[in-house]
């Protein structure tokens, strides 16, 4: 039997209604639990960018990007290990800014994990992290230790990869020269 390993998927597409429900039926299809989801602009216009982390085995992690790019809106999907990307997330914290007030201990929690606050008010204090989903969770655990999280919550996974060029770039520039030759010929 195949190892279950985590994936980061990357997908790049026009912006069109309905691509996202087409694209999560492929893994509900497959009985793949889509771990972490973001789509957002890509560094190309017109171009949106979907990374997708699901614990799978490396053949269905296939299967599921072959599937992906058969989709008309889809230019080009790939797949990473961890060690292909770069990757964070973003987590906001709410406290009490009384609970930070009365101790210096929550300064000292943000300071030591490299958090900052972004806002402060007489009721709440909201504090951000980025960083891998163990260090956001480590935060949270230490913050609720010392003055209950009144809110919380994690983006998705964002990602680059190791690459020094943009896979889609490399892409795009392929098959522009193959439709050139095809043109000449």
Same mark, same amino acid.
């Given at each position: 039997?195949?190892?279950?390993? *985590? @994936?980061? !998927?990357?997908?790049?597409?026009?912006?069109?209604?309905? =691509?996202?429900?087409?694209?999560?039926? !492929?893994?509900?299809?497959?009985?793949?639990?889509?771990?972490?989801?973001?789509?957002?602009?890509?560094?190309? /216009?017109?171009? /949106?960018?979907?990374?997708?982390?699901?614990?799978?085995?490396?053949?269905?992690?296939?299967?599921?990007?072959?599937?992906?790019?058969?989709?008309?809106?889809?230019?080009?999907?790939?797949?990473?290990?961890?060690?292909?990307?770069?990757?964070?997330? !973003?987590?906001?914290?709410?406290?009490?800014?009384?609970?930070?007030?009365?101790?210096?201990? !929550?300064?000292?929690?943000?300071?030591?994990?490299?958090?900052?606050?972004?806002?402060?008010?007489?009721? @709440?204090?909201?504090?951000?992290?980025?960083? /891998?989903?163990?260090?956001?969770?480590?935060?949270?655990?230490?913050?609720?230790?010392?003055?209950?999280?009144? *809110?919380?919550?994690?983006?998705?996974?964002?990602?680059?990869?190791?690459?020094?060029?943009? =896979?889609?770039?490399?892409?795009?520039?392929?098959?522009?020269?193959?439709?050139?030759? =095809?043109?000449?010929?």
């Amino acid at each position: 039997m195949s190892k279950i390993e *985590q @994936y980061t !998927i990357i997908a790049f597409s026009e912006n069109a209604v309905g =691509l996202l429900n087409r694209i999560t039926i !492929i893994f509900t299809r497959r009985h793949v639990n889509i771990e972490s989801l973001t789509v957002s602009e890509s560094s190309l /216009h017109g171009i /949106h960018k979907f990374t997708i982390v699901v614990n799978t085995t490396r053949d269905m992690v296939q299967k599921i990007t072959k599937q992906i790019e058969k989709q008309v809106e889809v230019l080009k999907a790939y797949f990473f290990t961890k060690d292909e990307i770069i990757f964070q997330e !973003i987590a906001l914290y709410k406290v009490s800014t009384d609970a930070l007030l009365k101790s210096n201990m !929550i300064e000292t929690i943000v300071r030591e994990s490299n958090a900052r606050i972004i806002e402060i008010t007489p009721e @709440y204090t909201v504090i951000e992290k980025t960083g /891998h989903e163990f260090e956001t969770s480590k935060l949270f655990v230490e913050l609720n230790k010392h003055g209950k999280v009144k *809110q919380f919550t994690r983006s998705g996974r964002i990602a680059v990869t190791r690459s020094n060029a943009e =896979l889609l770039t490399e892409f795009l520039n392929a098959r522009e020269q193959e439709q050139l030759q =095809l043109a000449q010929n």
